[in-house]
C-alpha cells in the first residue's frame, strides 16, 4: 500500500493561515493514561531539543475540553503498551486454535518479569513465544500485538484480538499456511518495515526500536496534525500573537489539501491525473477501507466547488459516531431545503448514510467499513 505520510510538522507560514459510538464499548483503554495527561497540573518543561514538540500533556492546561475528549478517542489509544490494555490483562489467559495450520495459540502472563505478556505457539508439540510489547489498534475493530523475542526479532502477532468476538483470531493478511513454530509467532518484520508499521500509528519517532519508544508519542495525539506546539504555547502565553500564525490547524486547509492530509494515513486520493489508480479505487471494494480515496469519486465531492472534506461529517477529536441518524444534518446540509446546493431524496428523509454509504466487509478479518463513495448504490 502506498504511503505518504503528513509532514508531521506542517503549519501556515505567518499570515497565510487558510493554506496550509458506540463508543470504544468494551473500552479497552486503560484509564491510567487519562490520569496522567489530566494530572498534569504543573506542566513539565517545554521541549529542550529542537524538534518543539511538547506532548499532549502541554495541551490540556488551555486546551481541556478537547483534549479530555480526544484522549478518549481512536486516535490516541492506538498503540498502547499491553500493559494499560486492562480488559486484556484481566481476561488472560486467552487461546485460540488454528486447526489449518495445527497450532495451538496461548496469551499468558510472562514469566520474565522484565514483561507483562507473552504469545505462546504450538505446533505438534514444538513450542516457540514472544514478549508482548504493544496493543495496535484501539479495539474498536481489533488489537494486533507488537513483541519481541529474546533473541531481539521484532514480529506483528500472527493472531490479533477482535471486538466483535471477545477472542482471538488469525490477522488480516497473515493467513498463509505456516511450518513451524517460530513462523506461527508472527510476520517478522525488518527495521524499514517496522517503521512503516508504527507510522500511521504514532505521533513522532516510528523508527525507534520498539520497546525504546515513548508512551507519549505513540498514538495519534495533538501534534501529530497541529505540529510541534513550543512556539505557539510560549506566544500564547504571552498573550501576544494570533493563535492561528503559531500552530497549524487541518481545519483551515481548503477541502482537497485535507483529503490528503487525512488520506496520508486513510488512503491518500491518487495524484494528479492517476487514471489507473482511479479506476482500481472504483472497483476495487477493499477501497473502501481509505475514506479518502472513494470520497473524492462521489459528486458530493466533485460537485460541490471544495465543500466537502472529513471535517464536514466528522470531529476529528472525537471517537467514531456510530449511528446513522447523526449524519443526516451533515448530508441535508446541502440536500435540504428550498434553497439547497443539491437534489433532494424522493425516497427516504433520514439515516441517509445507511444507503448512500453502505458498509462494505469481507475483506478484512471481522471487519466492515462506510464506503465513502457516496452514491446511489446498485442493487
Ligand atoms: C497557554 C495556553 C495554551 C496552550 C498551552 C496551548 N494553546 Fe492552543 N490556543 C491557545 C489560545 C488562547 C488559542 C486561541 C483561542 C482558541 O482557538 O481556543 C489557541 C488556539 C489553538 C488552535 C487553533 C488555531 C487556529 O487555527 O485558530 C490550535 C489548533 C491549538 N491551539 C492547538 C494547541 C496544541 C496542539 C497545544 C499543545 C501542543 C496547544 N494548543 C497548547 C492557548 C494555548
Ligand atoms: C498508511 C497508514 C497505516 C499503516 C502503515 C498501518 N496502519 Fe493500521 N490503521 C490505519 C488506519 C487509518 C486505521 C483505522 C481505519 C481502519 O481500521 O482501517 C488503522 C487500523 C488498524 C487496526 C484496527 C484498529 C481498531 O481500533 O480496530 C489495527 C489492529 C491496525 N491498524 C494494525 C496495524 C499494523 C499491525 C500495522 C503494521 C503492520 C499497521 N496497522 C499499519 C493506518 C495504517
Ligand atoms: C487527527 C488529527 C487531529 C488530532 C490528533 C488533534 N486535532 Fe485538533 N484539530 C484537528 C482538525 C482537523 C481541526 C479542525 C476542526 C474543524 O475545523 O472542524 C482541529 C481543531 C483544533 C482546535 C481549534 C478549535 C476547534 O475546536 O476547532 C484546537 C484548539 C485543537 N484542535 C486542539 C487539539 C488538541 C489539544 C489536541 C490533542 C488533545 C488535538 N487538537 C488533536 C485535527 C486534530
Ligand atoms: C458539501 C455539500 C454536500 C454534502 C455535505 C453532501 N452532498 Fe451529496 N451531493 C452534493 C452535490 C453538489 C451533488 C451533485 C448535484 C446534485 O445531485 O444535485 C451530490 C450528489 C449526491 C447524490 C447523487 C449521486 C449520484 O451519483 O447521482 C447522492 C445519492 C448524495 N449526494 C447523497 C448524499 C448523502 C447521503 C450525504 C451525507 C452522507 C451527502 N450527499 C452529503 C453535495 C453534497
Ligand atoms: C458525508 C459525510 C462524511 C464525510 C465527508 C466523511 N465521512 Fe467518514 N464516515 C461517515 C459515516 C456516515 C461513517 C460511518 C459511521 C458508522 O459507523 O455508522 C464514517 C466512517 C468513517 C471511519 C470509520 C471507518 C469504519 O467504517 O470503520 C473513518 C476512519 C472515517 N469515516 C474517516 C473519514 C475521513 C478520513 C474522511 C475524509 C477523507 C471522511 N471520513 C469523510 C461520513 C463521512
Ligand atoms: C498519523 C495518521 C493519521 C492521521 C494524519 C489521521 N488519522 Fe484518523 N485514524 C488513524 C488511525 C491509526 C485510526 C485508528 C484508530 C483505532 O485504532 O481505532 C484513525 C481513526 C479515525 C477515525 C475513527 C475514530 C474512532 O474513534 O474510531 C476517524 C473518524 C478519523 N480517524 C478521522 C480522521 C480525520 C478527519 C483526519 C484528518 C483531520 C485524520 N483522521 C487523520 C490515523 C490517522
Ligand atoms: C432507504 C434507502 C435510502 C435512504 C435512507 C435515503 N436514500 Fe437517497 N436515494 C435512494 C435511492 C434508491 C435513490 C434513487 C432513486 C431513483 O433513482 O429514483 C436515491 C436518490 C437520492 C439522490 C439523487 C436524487 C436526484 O434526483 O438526483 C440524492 C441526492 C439522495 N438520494 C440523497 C439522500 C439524502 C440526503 C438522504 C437522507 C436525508 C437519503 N438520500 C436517504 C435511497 C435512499
Redesign the pocket.
Known amino acids: 500500500m502506498p504511503i505518504t505520510m503528513p509532514l508531521p510538522g506542517r503549519r501556515p507560514p505567518a499570515g497565510e493561515?487558510a493554506a496550509i459510538n458506540r463508543n470504544i464499548g468494551s473500552c479497552l483503554f486503560s484509564v491510567a493514561v487519562l490520569t496522567v495527561f489530566l494530572s498534569a497540573g504543573t506542566?513539565r518543561a517545554l521541549a529542550a531539543d529542537d524538534s518543539g514538540y511538547?506532548?499532549?500533556s502541554?495541551?490540556v492546561?488551555?486546551?481541556r475540553e478537547i483534549a479530555e475528549v480526544q484522549l478518549e478517542s481512536g486516535h490516541p489509544l492506538t498503540l498502547r503498551r499491553v500493559r494499560s490494555l486492562s480488559r486484556l490483562m484481566e481476561s488472560v489467559p486467552l487461546e485460540f486454535s488454528d486447526p489449518r495450520n495445527q497450532v495451538a495459540y496461548r496469551i499468558e502472563r510472562s514469566s520474565d518479569s522484565e514483561f507483562t505478556l507473552d504469545l505462546v505457539a504450538d505446533r505438534n508439540g514444538e513450542a516457540d513465544r514472544m514478549h508482548l510489547l504493544w496493543g495496535m489498534g484501539a479495539g474498536r475493530k481489533g488489537i494486533t500485538f507488537i513483541g519481541m523475542t529474546d533473541a531481539g526479532a521484532y514480529g506483528q502477532s500472527r493472531v490479533s484480538w477482535y471486538q466483535s468476538t471477545g477472542g482471538l483470531d488469525i490477522t488480516t493478511g497473515l493467513e498463509d499456511p505456516v511450518d513451524n513454530a517460530y513462523d506461527a509467532l508472527a510476520d517478522w518484520m525488518s527495521p524499514p518495515q517496522r517503521e512503516h508499521c508504527f507510522a500511521c500509528h504514532t505521533t513522532r519517532d516510528a523508527d525507534l526500536p520498539p520497546e525504546r519508544m515513548d508512551p507519549a508519542s505513540a498514538g495519534v495525539h495533538?501534534?501529530r496534525c497541529?505540529g510541534?506546539?513550543?512556539e505557539?504555547?510560549q506566544a500564547?502565553?504571552q498573550g501576544e500573537a494570533d493563535?492561528?500564525s503559531t500552530?497549524?490547524?487541518p481545519?483551515?486547509m481548503p477541502a482537497i489539501e485535507q483529503l490528503y492530509f487525512c488520506g496520508a494515513c486513510h488512503g491518500a486520493p491518487p495524484g494528479g491525473n492517476d487514471l489507473q489508480a482511479l479506476a482500481r479505487y472504483m472497483v476495487d471494494k477493499e477501497v473502501s477501507r481509505f475514506p479518502a480515496q472513494r470520497l473524492v469519486l462521489s459528486r458530493c465531492y466533485s460537485e460541490s466547488r471544495d465543500q466537502l472534506k472529513c471535517t464536514t461529517c466528522h470531529d476529528p477529536h472525537e471517537s467514531l459516531v456510530q449511528t446513522a441518524a447523526s449524519y443526516d444534518s451533515k448530508c441535508l446540509s446541502c440536500h435540504g431545503g428550498d434553497h439547497a446546493m443539491a437534489a433532494g431524496c424522493k425516497v427516504a428523509a433520514s439515516r441517509c448514510s445507511s444507503c448512500h454509504m453502505p458498509f462494505e466487509g469481507g475483506f478484512m478479518t471481522h471487519s466492515e467499513f462506510a464506503d465513502h463513495w457516496i452514491r446511489i448504490v446498485a442493487e
Open positions: 493561515s506542566p511538547v506532548g499532549s502541554q495541551c492546561q488551555c486546551h495533538c501534534e497541529h510541534p506546539g513550543q505557539h504555547i500564547m502565553t493563535a492561528a500552530i497549524g490547524n481545519g483551515r
